[in-house]
Nanobody
Framework: QVQLVESGGGLVQAGGSLRLSCIAT????????MGWFRQAPGKEREFVAG????????LYLDSVKGRFTISRDNARNTLYLQMNSLKPEDTAVYYC???????????????????WGQGTQVTVSS
């Protein structure tokens, strides 16, 4: 059974940091485009960051550039999101996702990803 399992969420004060992890089980995603999305209450799920299979290319939501860093460890089949200088508006459920095999472009559309984790809550207090 293929699963993406996120962890690392929690409650943090504004200006603080969190590191999210997403472990893939059941198969390897080392060649797949992967990404992080988030969904705040009452809002649509939005793209946060994406990374190519070997990690050479990345793409970020403008509002997180310079604060968030996406990375991956293919040997551990794990995706990361380092989040620094967190703001209350970063509060959301964060999801990791993977694009289908043999697709090599990072997409910002949630409809382009067909593997999803269950999400981890990030809450930033002011």
């Amino acid at each position: 059974q293929v699963q993406l399992v996120e962890s690392g969420g929690g409650l943090v004060q504004a200006g603080g940091s969190l590191r999210l992890s997403c472990i893939a089980t059941g198969r390897t995603f080392s060649s797949n485009i992967m990404g992080w999305f988030r969904q705040a209450p009452g809002k649509e799920r939005e793209f946060v960051a994406g990374i190519s299979g070997i990690g050479g290319n990345t793409l970020y939501l403008d509002s997180v550039k310079g604060r968030f860093t996406i990375s991956r460890d293919n040997a551990r089949n794990t995706l990361y999101l380092q989040m620094n200088s967190l703001k209350p508006e970063d509060t959301a459920v964060y999801y990791c996702a993977a694009r289908p095999d043999k697709i090599y472009t990072i997409s910002t559309s949630r409809f382009s990803y067909n593997y999803w984790g269950q999400g981890t809550q990030v809450t930033v207090s002011s």
